[in-house]
């Protein structure tokens, strides 16, 4: 099946992303937010989008006047979802929150609407039984900055219909992705399985104060020729996003060291709303990260 319209819901640090890379690639695009002011603040953030595809795409003014028309905003699920064929949820990365959004959304969405949900810890078959549609529901996981990052996991659940995976993985194709279609559930998919043991073990250290962020990134950046250091990574990723998984961690595990990371995030970052690139402040001051100064490795 080919996909038109798609409804992106969420329009947070990778929602706003999904939604004007589908826009920029010739979808209609509509996105769900759960109120018009977080809506008009999507609204702000594509302008900073069409800034960077003309600087890193060349795009042209021409395809970021076509992307703003193909995009549209509703605050209403039922309204944001009645012509979707295809429905990206990219709420809060908290079981609780994206159940009741299923719970709501599987109530108003037409019965052809695939659901994706872009969690990057969580697994389909968590969810699944409250999408009402298991067999066209599914994983679609984006990487940050994904005009350049491109890349869309695509990950089942035991029930998913083999057409709709094939169809997604087409889609992501379709929007500039290099599609990787995982055989099985896994949590963290293929990057974050990666990429998690990495930023939890640069966060261990600081923690336990073995070194601080710039020196521990300084060393990753160094011996390996990577362009950012976990916690480079981390201000792109959002530190919330961080602080939600460890305190899911630490609630579940009562492991002193993941309850001792969650108190120094809220203490040193949450509370002074230090929350990384998006606030202009977290490891390091944006927009101009001391880790780009030509001599952060000497």
Request: proline share 5%.
């Amino acid at each position: 099946m080919k996909y038109n319209n798609i409804t992106i819901a969420g329009s947070g640090v990778l929602g706003y992303q999904i939604a004007f890379q589908a826009a920029f690639h010739g979808f209609n695009v509509t996105v769900y937010d759960i109120n018009d002011a977080v809506l008009e603040k999507a609204k702000a953030k594509f302008e900073t989008m069409s800034a960077a595809f003309k600087a890193d795409l060349n795009a042209t003014q021409e395809q970021l006047d076509k992307t703003k028309k193909n995009l549209s905003y509703n605050s209403n699920l039922a309204e944001a979802v009645k012509d979707a064929d295809l429905l990206i949820e990219a709420v809060p990365e908290n079981p609780k929150i994206k159940i009741e959004f299923y719970e709501k959304l599987a109530k108003v969405a037409p019965e052809k609407t695939v659901f994706a949900t872009n969690s990057s810890t969580l697994l389909p078959s968590q969810f699944a039984e409250y999408t009402g549609r298991p067999a066209k529901f599914l994983a679609l996981h984006f990487a940050n900055t994904i005009w350049l990052h491109n890349t869309a996991e695509i990950m089942g659940h035991a029930g998913t219909d083999p057409n709709v995976f094939n169809d997604v993985v087409s889609f992501a194709k379709e929007i500039g992705m290099l599609a990787l279609p995982l055989h099985k559930e896994q949590p963290g998919y293929i990057l974050n399985s990666l990429l998690v043991p990495l930023l939890s073990a640069a966060t261990d250290l600081l923690v336990n104060e073995v070194a601080d962020a710039p020196t521990i990134d300084k060393t990753w950046m160094k011996a390996t020729g990577a362009p950012l250091g976990p916690f480079g990574i981390l201000d792109v990723v959002g530190v919330t996003t961080a602080y939600n998984i460890n305190k899911m961690t630490a609630e579940r595990t009562k492991d002193p060291l993941k309850i001792k990371t969650v108190a120094y995030f809220k203490e040193n970052y949450i509370d002074k709303n230090k929350l990384g690139v998006s606030t202009g402040e977290g490891f390091y001051k944006y927009p101009n990260p001391a880790y780009n100064a030509p001599d952060f490795l000497k």
